[in-house]
């Protein structure tokens, strides 16, 4: 299953919302009902930290203004107010079949 | 806490071998699947390797096939990587991750391995 991530960079002004969209190559529903889309967040230097999985679901920990909505091969992970702290690299992972990831979406503020 | 420890990374000639290790702690090892991860420098990341929680499933991405093997040591709390036939293109960080509810929800810091002559 291939992964498209758009937009593949984006600058954004703190306070500001960002969006990044994921387009899966097939339906990420699995046999079991589940959608297994998942969103990681990497800072430079750092391993990548898993935001929200199924989805919609956020991994403990994750702030508020994160949010995962989508279904099917269309897929939005949304910042309501971009902070500092989040800049870097954001990426999506599918595990319906295998494991891939999208290339990534660097983000940077404004 | 969760705590997943990379080690074995280095730099070695196209051709050759590595092993991986990876040390979990904080967590109750064995009912996890289990997974491998590489990033090589500047690019994104791409899963290698993920192995069931008793050893008997494996899966590897195309590339690592018939060259890396996938192990686990569920007495002692160890993921391995066996990699053999190594090539550049094999130059990446290699991070080990936890696997549960369809997603990777903890990784390691990562072990660098260079392929270079």
């Known amino acids: 299953i291939v992964m498209t991530q758009a937009p593949l960079s984006s600058a954004v002004t703190l306070g500001q919302p960002a969006s990044i969209s994921c387009r899966s190559s097939?339906?990420?529903?699995?046999?079991?009902?589940?959608?297994?889309l998942s969103w990681l967040h990497q800072r430079p230097g750092q391993p990548p930290r898993l935001l929200i999985y199924k989805i919609s679901k956020k991994f403990s920990g994750v702030p508020d203004r994160f949010s995962g909505s989508g279904a099917g091969t269309e897929f939005t992970l949304k910042i309501s107010r971009v902070e500092a702290e989040d800049v870097g690299v954001y990426y999506c992972?599918?595990?319906?079949?295998?494991?891939?990831f999208g290339q990534g979406t660097k983000l940077e503020i404004k | 806490e969760v705590l997943l420890v990379e080690s074995g990374g280095g730099s070695v000639q196209p051709g050759g071998s590595l092993r991986l290790s990876c040390a979990a702690s904080?967590?109750?090892?064995?009912?996890?699947?289990m997974t491998w991860v590489r990033q090589a420098p500047g690019k994104g990341l791409e899963w290698v390797a993920t192995?069931?929680?008793?050893?008997?499933?494996?899966y590897y991405v195309d590339s690592a096939k018939g060259r890396f093997t996938i192990s686990r040591d569920n007495t002692e709390n160890f993921l391995f990587l066996q990699m053999n036939s190594l090539r550049g293109d094999d130059t990446a960080v290699y991070y080990c991750?936890?696997?549960?509810?369809?997603?990777?929800?903890?990784w390691g810091q990562g072990t660098l391995v260079t392929i270079s002559s």
């Open positions: 097939q339906s990420l529903e699995h046999n079991d009902g589940n959608t297994y």
């Open positions: 904080g967590f109750t090892f064995s009912p996890y699947w």
């Open positions: 992972m599918q595990a319906t079949q295998l494991i891939t």
């Open positions: 192995m069931n929680r008793d050893g008997s499933e494996t």
């Open positions: 991750a936890r696997g549960q509810q369809g997603t990777l929800d903890s």
